[in-house]
């Protein structure tokens, strides 16, 4: 039966080793339905949709003559020029006491205080742009990027693997400047293609996943959609020497 992944807050502190004490499958939500049957986007203007699996992700952005991003080029993207802070606006978290993304502020799943004003999704402009004028490349919800997921990056050496398995490439001073995951890796457990997710999202708490650092990745099942995933396209434009 067609449905999503739907959070859904426990009523008291939960075991981080089992989300599905938090997240709940259910029919009939997809992305005109975020909350399942009887819910509605019409009062979510401005905010990124959500409940997208890859497949759906990648056939929006190739009819709108788009594409999605590379996991590089989304972190590029994200830093906004500060390469090497640990968020996309700088080292420290709040500045000045100033909520920069919407994420959990609390003990997750059970309780979300809303320092940041929003429980769930937030609108675009709700906080800064990054240097490059982007919005929301922190928090809200994680977005899709092309890549293959693979534990390590492309790089120099050899990182371990299960027993009887090639070596994945690890992290190097010899990685190379866009590196590109276009195929599945073969040391992977799951006979579903993962690919890199990016961002964080409203989600993510200091007790559970601080992902919503630039530098921050993690493998999603193609096949799945919830509602804190989303995505971006990105237009290549034509680039000659000279």
Not at 97 to 124: C, I, K, M
Request: with cysteine.
């Amino acid at each position: 039966m067609p449905g999503s992944l739907v959070f859904r807050r426990t009523a008291g502190p939960a075991d981080l080793r089992d989300f599905r004490q938090w997240w709940a499958f259910l029919p009939g939500a997809n992305w005109r339905r975020p909350d399942g049957p009887g819910s509605s986007v019409r009062d979510r203007g401005r905010r990124p949709v959500t409940h997208v699996a890859y497949p759906d992700a990648q056939a929006y952005a190739a009819w709108a003559g788009k594409s999605l991003p590379t996991e590089a080029e989304w972190e590029f993207a994200a830093r906004g020029g500060l390469d090497g802070a640990v968020y996309v606006w700088g080292d420290e978290f709040t500045p000045g006491g100033r909520h920069l993304a919407n994420t959990w502020q609390g003990e997750f799943p059970w309780q979300n205080l809303l320092l940041d004003g929003y429980e769930g999704t937030s609108p675009v402009g709700a906080f800064p742009a990054n240097g490059y004028g982007l919005y929301n490349m922190a928090g809200n919800v994680w977005e899709w990027t092309s890549d293959y997921f693979r534990p390590r990056h492309a790089g120099a050496g050899a990182a371990p693997v299960a027993a009887g398995q090639p070596a994945e490439p690890a992290p190097g001073c010899c990685a190379p400047r866009n590196p590109m995951v276009t195929e599945p890796g073969r040391d992977l457990a799951s006979a579903i293609p993962r690919k890199v997710i990016k961002g964080g999202s409203y989600l993510c708490a200091p007790n559970y996943c601080m992902r919503y650092r630039p530098a921050a990745r993690q493998g999603e099942a193609i096949d799945t959609s919830t509602g804190h995933l989303g995505f971006r396209c990105v237009v290549r434009d034509a680039w000659t020497p000279g």
